[in-house]
């Protein structure tokens, strides 16, 4: 049975690069009584599984310098944030093209993250399209069927929110020559996807890695308030994204979900998949099925004196307005180690900048940092409980007013980190402003700053306070037409159908 599985995820992989390189058209659709007929493939609750594996390692980017989430290159289209910027030369160039919003449609590593959620989905949609012919358990089929509508949901998130209008796929038989659809009508499907999932989705799963019903809501909170921002400025959303955040804070018991007592606790190894998270992408570099993540973490964000790739660090005066304390020492590495014995502070040193300290355990020996583990074992949180009280506090400050929910939220991530409570009394617009800034320090490295700044029309405000001696320079336009990445080339090759 364990060889048919591998045999069928290799079927699934397979498919999705035909999918993803537009070819195997000729292919025969219905070759009943072949493993490709879904009738037969799917009767086995084992092939229903792998294909969710599939769906899983897609998104991981398995041993893949190309797709997925498993390089720094996924955080190519967010590089218009202040917490990510890189150095001048080298072969960065597609981090600068963001970076200086001078973005091209023939950047190769905006890619990663475009191919890795597309082949996410399509396998998200053979489990949702076809196990209605799985024979087993109602509990155990809708299970699956959950955990696909949620990665279905998260990879068009991250995909609508980085490219704004995209082709979307929700059948297992994707079009080839499918155009672009609209911004709102991508947010209308993620809502009804997670709708789905939250009432299929158990309250426990037997293997990590894979979301519980508590996870569905969470990412639910977030796709609400996205959409209360920017491009579509759905005001109503506010409300109903504080009322399922206030959801997964009140029974995140059921869950586990909680904040861990130190900030500095979340970054260690031993804590992967700790009441902290609520969703990480799962990596292991002692095993032989390619699972590791490549330069994700560690030496991607590690400078030229401790021997890493100088990927990306923070930009001057994000790290100049980070609040002094626990959170800060355990975010940055500011003192680098050099293999002669000595040591160089970041402002004397070749880039000049701050890296991350958050993501270095488990890739780097802090008495040999030079010596790189190029393949780490991190389990890589896209969705922690620190955001989901923020994103209840801006919410709810959004929908119903400043009040004493809003106040004891945001004050738990901040007390956590080493600050004082929110000074009270604050304007809603004040209170406001403090939880985007308070979002921008707690998850600083992970991905999600240029998001926020997005949806709350802040690009400019963070620009015009960018410290002229960043070695990238602005040279794109600052405009709305600007800040979605173009369409891969390689992409609108294979379908003119997604030009603009």
């Not at 949702?128 to 799985?134: F, N, V």
């Not at 696909?148 to 020559?177: E, H």
């Not at 009322?243 to 997964?248: C, H, I, L, P, T």
Request: glycine share 8%; net charge negative.
């Amino acid at each position: 049975m364990k060889n048919h599985i591998q045999i069928f995820v290799y079927y699934i992989l397979f498919i999705g690069l035909c999918f993803a390189t537009g070819s195997c058209t000729d292919l025969d659709e219905n070759p009943y009584g072949k493993l490709n007929d879904p009738e037969v493939a799917f009767k086995d609750i084992s092939n229903l599984n792998a294909t969710a594996i599939a769906m899983y390692a897609a998104i991981r980017g398995d041993g893949s310098w190309s797709e997925g989430f498993a390089t720094s290159q996924h955080m190519t289209t967010m590089f218009g944030a202040d917490d990510l910027t890189t150095i001048a030369g080298g072969n960065k160039e597609p981090f600068r093209e963001f970076d200086s919003f001078s973005k091209s449609p023939s950047n190769i590593w905006m890619s990663n993250l475009y191919k890795g959620c597309y082949r996410a989905i399509l396998n998200a949609n053979a489990v949702i399209g076809y196990a209605t012919y799985t024979q087993a358990e109602q509990s155990d089929i809708d299970n699956l069927v959950g955990q696909a509508y949620f990665v279905r949901a998260l990879s068009y998130f991250y995909l609508v929110r980085s490219w704004g209008r995209i082709p979307m796929y929700t059948t297992p038989d994707a079009p080839v020559d499918l155009g672009l659809s609209e911004i709102a009508d991508v947010y209308d499907q993620m809502i009804l996807d997670l709708q789905e999932a939250e009432t299929l989705l158990p309250d426990t799963q037997a293997e990590v890695g894979r979301p519980k019903k508590g996870a569905a809501k969470a990412l639910l909170a977030k796709v609400y308030l996205t959409k209360a921002g920017w491009p579509l400025k759905d005001q109503a959303s506010y409300a109903l994204a504080a009322s399922k955040a206030k959801e997964v804070i009140d029974q995140k018991g059921t869950w586990g979900y909680g904040l861990l007592p130190s900030f500095d606790m979340i970054w260690k190894r031993e804590n992967d998949n700790s009441e902290e998270s609520i969703f990480s992408i799962q990596y292991d570099r002692n095993t032989g099925d390619g699972a590791h993540a490549n330069h994700l973490i560690g030496t991607a964000s590690m400078p030229k004196e401790e021997n890493g790739w100088e990927d990306f660090c923070s930009e001057l005066t994000f790290y100049n307005e980070f609040p002094a304390g626990p959170r800060k020492d355990a975010t940055f590495h500011t003192v680098f180690q050099t293999s002669d014995g000595g040591s160089v502070n970041f402002e004397d040193s070749d880039a000049r900048h701050p890296y991350y300290a958050k993501f270095r355990d488990g890739a780097v020996d802090e008495s040999e940092p030079w010596i790189n583990t190029f393949h780490t074992a991190a389990a890589y949180a896209l969705i922690r409980y620190a955001d989901v009280l923020l994103i209840f506090a801006e919410a709810r400050a959004q929908s119903s007013g400043v009040d004493a929910l809003a106040y004891d939220a945001i004050n738990q991530v901040r007390n956590r980190a080493g600050l004082s409570d929110l000074a009270t009394g604050l304007s809603q617009e004040d209170f406001v402003n403090a939880v985007i800034d308070e979002r921008g320090w707690e998850l600083a490295g992970e991905g999600q700053r240029w998001y926020d700044l997005l949806r709350t029309e802040k690009v400019q405000e963070v620009i015009d306070k960018r410290d002229p001696a960043e070695a990238v320079k602005i040279i794109g336009p600052i405009s709305e037409d600007n800040f979605y990445a173009p369409i891969p080339e390689a992409e609108v090759l294979k379908n003119p159908n997604l030009a603009e």
